[in-house]
């Protein structure tokens, strides 16, 4: 069971917009620890979203953007675009687990 | 270019070792913390080891706290994970990844190595 929820998918139309949600708890991302985001295309390694809760970094398109307030956290996609469809991961770190970084259960976008 | 590349991978039996290494490039290598991350077939994403710059702290999963062991060779540009005691929900994709500013986020991925634990 992973410590960040999130929905196990999404999806929308090409131009649409879709947010995903991540929560978690007092121990996580409500202890004001930040949130960070990856995209992950099937068969390739993890791609650095969002860092910071809404920060990206250089070359990450800017239809790409995060916020968190209190236990949650949030990444939205607008302008949906086919390359846009992979698995989607937060991650925030966790004191009650000794050292950890915890990531979310996954997200897949998918663009119909 | 930063550049992170895995190997050691493999088929192994329950209860064997292994050892993984990655070997970095296109940075300083020692001014950075490194982590293990790894996923399981069709699973998410799971923390595995983390080493700071100079391995003055060194944090494991509870789930392979004891068995794997994380160290580095700052001279050369390595990290490594020793896996002893391997089980069979070992077994996936570990990748290497550096974190930017230790306990934050993983901002380069290395393309991992398949660890399979399997008789």
């Known amino acids: 069971q992973s410590v960040l929820t999130q929905p196990p998918s999404v999806s929308g139309a090409p131009g649409q917009r879709v947010t995903i949600s991540c929560t978690g708890s007092?121990?996580?991302?409500?202890?004001?620890?930040?949130v960070h985001w990856y995209q992950q295309v099937p068969g390739t390694a993890p791609k650095l979203l969002i860092h910071?809760?809404?920060n990206r970094p250089s070359g990450v398109p800017d239809r790409f953007s995060g916020s968190k307030s209190g236990s949650s956290a949030s990444l939205a996609i607008t302008g949906l675009q086919a390359e846009d469809e992979a698995e989607y991961y937060c991650?925030?770190?966790?004191?009650?687990?000794?050292?950890?970084?915890?990531f979310g259960s996954g997200t897949q976008v998918t663009v119909l | 270019e930063v550049l992170l590349l895995e190997s050691g991978g493999g088929l192994v039996k329950p209860g064997r070792s292994l050892r993984l290494s990655c070997a970095a490039s296109?940075?300083?290598?020692?001014?950075?913390?490194m982590n293990w991350v790894r996923q399981g077939p069709g699973e998410r994403l799971e923390w595995v080891a983390s080493?700071?710059?100079?391995?003055?702290?060194?944090s494991y999963a509870d789930s392979v706290r004891g068995r794997f062991s994380i160290s580095r060779d700052n001279a050369r540009n390595s990290l490594y994970l020793q896996m002893n005691s391997l089980r069979a929900e070992d077994t996936g994709t570990y990748y290497c990844?550096?974190?930017?500013?230790?306990?934050?986020?993983?901002?380069?991925w290395g393309r991992g190595t398949l660890v399979t634990v399997s008789s």
């Open positions: 990844a550096r974190d930017p500013l230790s306990a934050s986020w993983l901002d380069h």
């Open positions: 296109g940075f300083v290598f020692s001014d950075y913390t």
């Open positions: 080493i700071s710059s100079m391995s003055r702290y060194i």
């Open positions: 007092s121990s996580n991302i409500g202890a004001g620890y930040d």
């Open positions: 910071s809760n809404k």
């Open positions: 991650q925030s770190f966790d004191s009650s687990l000794s050292g950890s970084r915890v």
